[in-house]
T-cell receptor, first 118, second 113 residues
Framework: GAVVSQHPSWVICKSGTSVKIECRSLDFQATTMFWYRQFPKQSLMLMATSNEGSKATYEQGVEKDKFLINHASLTLSTLTVTSAHPEDSSFYIC??????????????FGPGTRLTVL | GENVEQHPSTLSVQEGDSAVIKCTYSDSASNYFPWYKQELGKRPQLIIDIRSNVGEKKDQRIAVTLNKTAKHFSLHITETQPEDSAVYFCAASYTGTASKLTFGTGTRLQVTL
């Protein structure tokens, strides 16, 4: 149980275009999902907390108008990178908490999406 | 906010030896401390976690210790194997509506034959 999927697994786009990444909880309902960004040989940095039915909470330094998050259902959160530039190239990983799970704080991670902006 | 420091950044051990990775955290409210193993291009994989009401937890070759007073926790891997080679991350979180995870900077473990 507690499986999280992401789509696409990798994407290449031209500078200035927008890219949407989907994060789905497959076998549980997730009221809260998290979006992380990981640059090569670096740690996971939390970008924002996605709350079902309400606005996302962004971490300091993350532009909310550039990284649009929508959590319209209990099983789906999307991250849209708008007007992408080469410096946005990174590994984007989502995670979700299962409120019905045994460990309150445990997060289940998606497989990640490799974004390359040319 | 929470700040998690992790050492060492790289660690090379011979197969069969033990490996220890240490982390410190700053927020005394943190009460959940997971450890993740991440292989190149893959998702972080939870390998063990500990809550603040426990001082030590063990799962086969892996153990984690927690010192709440000193605000540090450590990962111990015994009898290391080549397949243990990966990047390991510690993290800290507290029970709450957000339960955000703050990650350490990572340790690249290399197990040599």
């Amino acid at each position: 149980g507690a499986v999280v999927s992401q789509h696409p697994s990798w994407v290449i786009c031209k500078s200035g275009t927008s890219v949407k990444i989907e994060c789905r909880s497959l076998d549980f309902q997730a009221t809260t999902m998290f979006w992380y960004r990981q640059f090569p040989k670096q740690s996971l940095m939390l970008m924002a907390t996605s709350n079902e039915g309400s606005k996302a909470t962004y971490e300091q330094g993350v532009e909310k108008d550039k990284f649009l998050i929508n959590h319209a259902s209990l099983t789906l959160s999307t991250l849209t990178v708008t007007s992408a530039h080469p410096e946005d190239s990174s590994f984007y990983i989502c995670s979700a908490r299962d409120p019905a799970g045994g460990v309150v704080n445990e997060q289940f991670f998606g497989p990640g999406t490799r974004l390359t902006v040319l | 906010g929470e700040n998690v420091e992790q050492h060492p950044s790289t660690l090379s051990v011979q197969e069969g030896d033990s490996a220890v990775i240490k982390c410190t955290y700053s927020d005394s409210a943190s009460n959940y401390f997971p450890w993740y193993k991440q292989e190149l291009g893959k998702r972080p994989q939870l390998i063990i976690d500990i809550r603040s009401n426990v001082g030590e937890k063990k799962d086969q070759r892996i153990a984690v210790t927690l010192n709440k007073t000193a605000k540090h926790f450590s990962l111990h891997i015994t009898e290391t194997q080549p397949e243990d080679s990966a990047v390991y991350f510690c993290a800290a979180s507290y029970t709450g509506t957000a339960s955000k995870l703050t990650f350490g900077t990572g340790t690249r473990l290399q197990v040599t034959l």
